[in-house]
């Protein structure tokens, strides 16, 4: 599997950004996905996470209520839609791919096998 993430780019405060990330193969539909950030000098950190077919979704404390993670199966694709942004959300922004484990593991990296090259997301103040 092969994720390309984009949808980054320069945003004020208070603005929106939507992220895609577009997976190849036909097995999207078997794979738990979820959106990690990296700020420069910070550990990766968990964004949020949607299951392989309904269930619970994810998200981390810094995100909840602003941002909001889809997925469109027939698309192969998952959306992070980012709102009320703020200038500690800037970070290069990763989509990943996986299987390992139970639905509760979403939100560990270890969960994931396939990662995306990341995409940079800037919030001016």
């Known amino acids: 599997v092969q994720l390309q993430a984009s949808g980054g780019g320069l945003v004020q405060a208070g603005g929106s950004l939507r992220l895609s990330c577009a997976a190849s193969?036909?097995?999207?539909?078997?794979?738990?996905m979820g959106w990690f950030r990296q700020a420069p000098g910070k550990e990766r950190e968990f964004v949020c996470a949607?299951?392989?077919?309904?269930?619970?979704?994810y998200y981390g404390d810094s995100v909840k209520g602003r941002f909001t993670i889809s997925r469109d199966n027939a698309k192969n694709t998952v959306y992070l839609q980012m709102n009320s942004l703020k200038p500690e959300d800037t970070a290069v922004y990763y989509c990943?791919?996986?299987?390992?484990?139970?639905?509760?593991?979403?939100?560990?990296?270890?969960?994931?096998?396939?990662w995306g090259q990341g995409t940079q997301v800037t919030v001016s103040s």
């Open positions: 193969g036909r097995t999207f539909s078997s794979y738990g």
């Open positions: 949607t299951p392989r077919s309904g269930g619970n979704i």
């Open positions: 990943a791919a996986g299987f390992r484990g139970v639905v509760s593991a979403l939100r560990d990296e270890k969960y994931y096998v396939y």
